[in-house]
């Protein structure tokens, strides 16, 4: 108890899991209680398809997560060529990508050796697709480029002095056309971050225009564009959590770490 009050009363805050022990102490825990318990996470060819007309994804008998769902929906809508996963775990995510799109290359990454272990005794045909890749480093010309980079449930847990920011750059970095960020809106102030990076001159794309895209079973994203799209601009965070049960301590975390940033190069004195 004594650890966790002097954790919480810390100026910064670290991350939070540790990425070492994460996927023993609490990714395969919260896989098959939160996911495989209540949805199919493993599809295989002809269990899903994509409705052009609709935009929507069909998953025949068992329903599939709807994080998962909202992912395969926007490959569907905007037609990317290459996807590429930040974080991805067991695979399950950008294996089924490949299932429901044969032709889009996919590739993945994670810095956890045992999270990429598992992803592959999940999805052996993922073997050649996946690598080591901490998004927090600095950028390697070594990582995938893609027309689609997307995160699920990652971004949201780095709270580690400015990482987010850096996680959040380099996303944009790696992508030619979008990047998706399937993330709970409360556990940073993703939209203003973004303004303030794409301000400061620290992300790589000229333009940067913001969407929420909502998945047809209820999930909810923030879509990053290069071009302009025909959709609604997002350009606040308040829109992303509309609806969504307050968190004021997940909004005061948040707070903190935009806090921390020092954005662009500013007159000093």
């Known amino acids: 108890m004594f650890r966790q009050l002097f954790y919480k009363s810390r100026k910064f805050y670290d991350d939070d899991f540790d990425w070492e022990n994460y996927t023993r102490d609490s990714y395969?825990?919260?896989?098959?209680?939160?996911?495989?318990?209540?949805?199919?996470?493993?599809?295989?060819?002809?269990?899903?398809?994509?409705y052009a007309a609709t935009g929507r994804v069909i998953s025949k008998g068992q329903p599939i997560q709807p994080n998962q769902q909202l992912i395969l929906e926007a490959v569907g809508q905007l037609g990317?060529?290459?996807?590429?996963?930040?974080?991805?775990g067991g695979g399950d995510h950008i294996a089924n990508v490949a299932t429901l799109y044969p032709g889009v290359e996919v590739s993945?990454?994670?810095?956890?050796?045992?999270?990429?272990?598992?992803?592959?005794?999940?999805?052996a045909?993922?073997?050649?697709?996946?690598?080591?890749?901490?998004?927090?480093?600095?950028?390697?010309?070594?990582?995938?480029r893609a027309d689609l980079v997307y995160s699920?449930?990652?971004?949201?847990?780095?709270?580690?002095?400015?990482?987010?920011?850096?996680?959040?750059?380099?996303?944009?970095?790696?992508a030619e056309k979008y990047v998706l960020l399937v993330e709970n809106p409360h556990c940073h102030n993703f939209v203003a971050d973004l303004k303030a990076l794409?301000?400061?001159?620290?992300?790589?794309?000229?333009?940067?225009?913001?969407?929420?895209?909502?998945?047809?079973?209820?999930?909810?994203?923030?879509?990053?564009?290069?071009?302009?799209l025909e959709r609604p601009a997002l350009t606040s965070d308040q829109q992303m959590r509309e609806g969504i049960k307050p968190s004021p301590r997940r909004e005061k975390r948040a707070n903190e770490d935009s806090a921390r940033g020092l954005i662009g190069f500013g007159a000093a004195g």
Request: charged letters at 20%; one cysteine or more.
């Open 198 to 228: 794409h301000e400061g001159g620290h992300l790589a794309w000229d333009s940067l225009h913001m969407y929420r895209f909502d998945g047809s079973t209820g999930a909810r994203a923030i879509l990053l564009s290069r071009a302009p």
């Open 125 to 144: 045909g993922l073997q050649g697709r996946l690598g080591l890749q901490d998004i927090t480093m600095p950028f390697s010309d070594r990582w995938p």
């Open 80 to 88: 990317p060529r290459t996807v590429h996963e930040v974080g991805c």
């Open 108 to 123: 993945g990454g994670d810095r956890g050796a045992s999270q990429l272990e598992l992803a592959l005794q999940r999805h």
């Open 28 to 50: 395969l825990r919260r896989l098959k209680g939160d996911v495989e318990a209540k949805y199919r996470a493993i599809s295989a060819p002809g269990e899903l398809e994509f």
């Open 152 to 174: 699920q449930a990652v971004v949201m847990h780095i709270h580690t002095a400015v990482s987010h920011f850096v996680a959040l750059s380099n996303m944009v970095r790696m």
